[in-house]
C-alpha cells in the first residue's frame, strides 16, 4: 500500500453536564451535540511531512503518535477539515480534531478506530473530552484512567451564547487553586453527577439540565461568567429547564426540550431575543447527538486529493 485515503468524523460538545472531581480525581460528563469536527487524510507511504492547516498542531501531534506507534518514519500526506468547531470556546474542538484525524488515519491504514485507542492517543496530548465514545460518557480526563458510557444521548435543544475570549484547555488544568476549587464543590458535584446519572438513565431532560445547572454554577468561582444569572431566569421564563456551561471555556447554554418550539419561526425569535438581551458575541442552536466517531476508507477514485 502507497496510498490510502481516511475520512472520518467526531461530535463537539456543548461544554460538560458535569465537571468536577470524585475522591479528588477530576472527571466530566460530556454533552455532544450536532456539529462536528471531519476530516480527510490523503496517507502517503513515501513522504515524511505532513500538509495540513497551521494552527491544527494538536492534530500534527497525534499523527506523529500514530507514525511511532506504527513504525512508519516515511508516513506522511495531506489533511483537509470538511467541519471544524468554533476553538477555545469548551466545545471540545481540539479533542474532535485529534479523533477525527486519528481515526482517519487509522482506517486508512487498515485499523479499527476504537474508542478506547482513540482515547488514548487524546489522552497524550492534553485533558480530553471523551466524545469518541457512543452515547453519553464519563471520562477521568486528567489522570487518564477510567471511562465509562452512561447511557443514550437525552434529546434536547441547546441555546448557545458566547461572550468572546478563549480558554486554552491544557492552561486551565494547569492552574493554581484548581484542586482546592474542586475540593471546595465536590458534595455538589456529586449530587449534580448522581442527578446526570438518573436524568441518563431515565431520559429525563429536567434531572439532567438541573444538573448542569448545579455544575455550571460551581463552575464560576474558578470560571466566572457575569450573564450566568439574568441568563438562567430568562431560559426559566421561556420553557428550558436549566443551563450547561463549558467548564474550561466561554460558552454558556441554555437547555430546552427538543420540541418546545413547533417552527423554525419560533426558534428564530427565541435566538433574536437573546442576542437583543444578553449581547453575545456568538449565539448557535445545537441539538444533542450521540457521542461516538463515523469513519470511512475512501476509493482512491473517490476525489482523494
Sequence with gaps: MDFAVGLARCPGTCGEWVQGTRDGVPFLIDCPIDRFSEAKVALNMHSTGWVLP????KALQVLDLLKEDFGLPKLGG???FLQQLPEGKGMA???ADIIAVASAT?????EAPSPERL?????QIEPSDSVMFPGISEIEHVQRHHHRVLGSSVPSLFLALDWGGTI???VFNARPGLAEHYRHYEAEIKRAYELACEGIDQSDLEKLAEAGTISARCN???NPKSSFEPFLNWVHQNGGLGVVTAHSGTLLAGVFPHDAFADQASLKNLGLEAQQRFTPAYLDLFRSCSGGIVATKLKLT???G
Excluded at 497551521?54 to 498542531?57: A, Q, S
Design 220 to 222: 464560576l468561582e474558578i
Design 302 to 304: 473517490e476525489n482523494a
Design 106 to 110: 487509522l482506517i486508512a491504514l487498515g
Design 78 to 80: 495531506k489533511v483537509e
Design 168 to 170: 486554552d484547555t491544557r
Design 119 to 123: 482515547a488514548h492517543l487524546a489522552l
Design 54 to 57: 497551521l494552527r491544527k498542531t
Design 93 to 95: 474542538s481540539s479533542t
